[in-house]
């Protein structure tokens, strides 16, 4: 199982921008579907943007702000996020789906090859 590795993270200021990255350690990003989670202190993981063939996907709390992207020649997923708020605040993870067809799904349980995630602060 391949093991993804993400970067980009930082401190900002509220309405500030960040992106991130993520690259398998070894071996390329062969999945249909890709997504980015993040987890709060004292908060249950929650997801934050998905790409997959059926198009890109984003709850309530992302649209707008967060783009998602996928480049498979350069093994790369990214998240731009944009107007970022204090909200935003976690450690972000990217994950793969861990099935050669995409359901649509955007339950944690349901990606695998976690990375350690990368640090986002969001500063007011």
């Known amino acids: 199982q391949e093991h993804l590795v993400e970067s980009g993270g930082g401190s900002v200021q509220a309405g500030g921008s960040l992106k991130l990255s993520c690259q398998p350690s070894g071996g390329t990003l062969s999945t249909p579907a890709m997504a980015w989670f993040r987890q709060a202190p004292g908060k249950e993981r929650e997801f934050v943007a998905s790409i997959s063939p059926r198009g890109d996907a984003y709850p309530g709390s992302t649209k707008g702000r967060f783009t998602i992207a996928r480049d498979n020649a350069k093994n790369t997923v990214w998240l731009e996020m944009n107007n970022l708020k204090s909200e935003d605040t976690g450690v972000y993870y990217c994950?793969?789906?861990?099935?050669?067809?995409?359901?649509?799904?955007?339950?944690?349980?349901?990606?695998?090859?976690w990375g350690q995630g990368t640090q986002v602060t969001v500063t007011s």
């Open positions: 994950a793969a789906f861990q099935d050669n067809r995409y359901t649509g799904s955007v339950r944690d349980t349901d990606f695998g090859s």
